[in-house]
């Protein structure tokens, strides 16, 4: 099992930035890939970002992809989101996911939300105009 906890949500202005963590726990050494989901009220949850975890290749989502960064750090088994350039469209609440299977491209992440492993709670992102 593997214990996924998100943190740094928060109410920021639209055009300000925010950071959120995903910090990992149990068994992680078997993680292949994490990313961020989020969920905005009465949609759908949507693909944000993910990241191979050796290796460090990206994935993003088109309406993300050269504001948001996702990144993360071996030492504290950590998945970080920075977002920059923030629109009202951003809010939502944004999940941390892991998976362990090695043989899918970070590409189906968009059409896999159904199928991963593991999911954090959820932390709140609210952008306001």
């Known amino acids: 099992q593997v214990q996924l906890v998100e943190s740094g949500g928060g109410l920021v202005q639209a055009g300000g930035s925010l950071r959120l963590s995903c910090a990992a726990s149990g068994r992680t050494f078997s993680t292949y890939a994490m990313g961020w989901f989020r969920q905005a009220p009465g949609k759908e949850r949507e693909f944000v970002a993910v990241i191979r975890w050796r290796g460090g290749i990206t994935y993003y989502a088109e309406s993300v992809k050269g504001r948001f960064t996702i990144s993360r750090d071996y030492a504290e088994n950590t998945v970080y989101l920075q977002m920059n350039s923030l629109k009202p469209e951003d809010t939502a609440v944004y999940y941390c996911?892991?998976?362990?299977?090695?043989?899918?491209?970070?590409?189906?992440?968009?059409?896999?939300?159904?199928?991963?492993?593991?999911w954090g709670q959820g932390t709140q992102v609210t952008v306001s105009s």
């Open positions: 996911a892991a998976d362990s299977k090695s043989s899918w491209s970070l590409t189906s992440w968009p059409d896999r939300r159904n199928d991963l492993d593991y």
